[in-house]
């Protein structure tokens, strides 16, 4: 009796692992599917944005314009919020021999600080430009334009006033890094007329997200005073020959305004 069960539970063993085998050979094409997700969410970012590199504007590479109007040659720091004005170049047209003839003076380059931040880098020149970041992350458009609050002026002398003075810019063009991004429009020529503002820069809506410049022309070689010397023709200051001048550095403020209201202008 005792050796008949122990044959059976031994039979039993033997089935067992040939029945499993076959059952796994038919769920081969066995399959289920299940999901799960990725997220990512932005808000505005307030933080400035340094100004960059008109010929190459990245903002991880930013750059340190030099100013020729500041005692310590250091602009003015962009204004705040995520949609802000980063940089404008300052306008320096040079040290002029008085004449009675009708003139046009060509702005000297936008140089940037050397390495030491002692001095301007001669071979830094660059086209004069400004730069808007838009980081609301909206697409809601903005507009910037620009204001000569003052006639080019010198309270402390007899002829205060380069009366009849012009001040033009010409050929800007909107440059970024950004990808799929829509331009921002720009203008061929902006004649200043002290007291009256100018729209420089706009963008519709869906377009100017990011950091935006707006670069006046390039920069080309003229002759001063029997010199070949870099300038950039693209901003220009026409004075009369009958302005009376005295020896005196005359100067004017000008003032850049961004609003978020977009431009649909067709």
Do not use: C
């Not at 067992?16 to 505005?44: C, H, K, W």
């Not at 458009?141 to 402390?156: A, I, M, P, T, V």
């Not at 010409?170 to 200043?192: H, Q, R």
């Amino acid at each position: 009796m005792k050796s008949k069960i122990i044959k059976s539970m031994a039979l039993v063993a033997v089935v067992l692992p040939i029945t499993a085998t076959v059952t796994f050979a038919e769920e081969e094409d066995y399959l289920r599917n299940y999901e799960s997700g990725g997220m990512i969410q932005f808000t505005p970012d307030s933080n400035p944005t340094d100004p960059t590199d008109p010929e190459n504007p990245d903002p991880d590479k930013p750059v340190f314009p030099w100013d020729p109007t500041t005692p310590d040659h250091k602009p003015n720091p962009g204004t705040d919020g995520p949609l802000s004005i980063d940089f404008a170049s300052s306008l320096d047209f040079g040290n002029n021999k008085i004449t009675n003839k009708d003139m046009v003076y060509f702005a000297e380059p936008q140089f940037l600080w050397n390495e030491d931040k002692t001095d301007f880098d001669p071979a830094s020149a660059r086209p004069h430009y400004v730069q808007i970041t838009d980081k609301r992350g909206t697409n809601a458009g903005w507009s910037l334009s620009l204001k000569q609050e003052d006639q080019f002026k010198n309270d402390s002398t007899l002829n205060k006033k380069l009366t009849g003075s012009k001040l033009s810019f010409k050929n800007g063009v909107a440059v970024s890094n950004m990808e799929n991004v829509v331009a921002p429009e720009t203008f061929d020529m902006l004649d200043i007329v002290p007291g009256e503002s100018v729209k420089v820069m706009s963008a519709a809506i869906d377009s100017g997200a990011g950091t935006w410049v707006d670069r006046f022309g390039s920069l080309s070689m003229v002759e001063v005073e029997g010199k070949q010397v870099q300038k950039n023709t693209n901003i220009s200051l026409s004075i009369p020959g009958k302005t009376p001048k005295d020896t005196v550095k005359y100067e004017t403020k000008l003032l850049w305004t961004l609003t978020d209201v977009p431009n649909n202008d067709k």
